[in-house]
């Protein structure tokens, strides 16, 4: 059964820093492609970041290029966001998406990051 499961999230002020994980269980997570995806509230779904199988090449949303930082560590099976410079824009839901529009497309339940003072 697959299961994506995120943590640590939470509170943070402005400038401040986060990681949040995705532990993901019940599939073969080196053989795919990770996403992040984030919906603030009141707002649609905004894809952030992706990452290949091997972790060596990571794409980034203009609107979090040189904040954020996705990786992964295929022997532990979890994908991460390291999120550092945080602003009141970046206040959402955070989703981990495996095959994300693939046909084994499947999302975690999301965790929560609020920015604010």
């Known amino acids: 059964q697959v299961q994506l499961v995120e943590s640590g999230g939470g509170l943070v002020q402005p400038g401040g820093s986060l990681r949040v994980s995705c532990a993901t269980f019940?599939?073969?997570?080196?053989?795919?492609?990770m996403n992040w995806v984030r919906q603030a509230p009141g707002k649609g779904l905004e894809w952030v970041s992706v990452?290949?199988?091997?972790?060596?090449?990571?794409y980034y949303a203009d609107s979090v290029k040189g904040r954020f930082t996705i990786s992964r560590d295929n022997a532990k099976n979890t994908l991460y966001l390291q999120l550092n410079n945080l602003r009141p824009e970046d206040t959402a839901l955070y989703y981990c998406v495996k095959d994300l529009i693939g046909l084994d497309e499947y999302w975690g339940q999301g965790v929560q990051v609020t920015v604010s003072s």
């Open positions: 990452i290949n199988t091997g972790g060596s090449t990571a």
């Open positions: 019940g599939f073969s997570f080196s053989s795919y492609y």
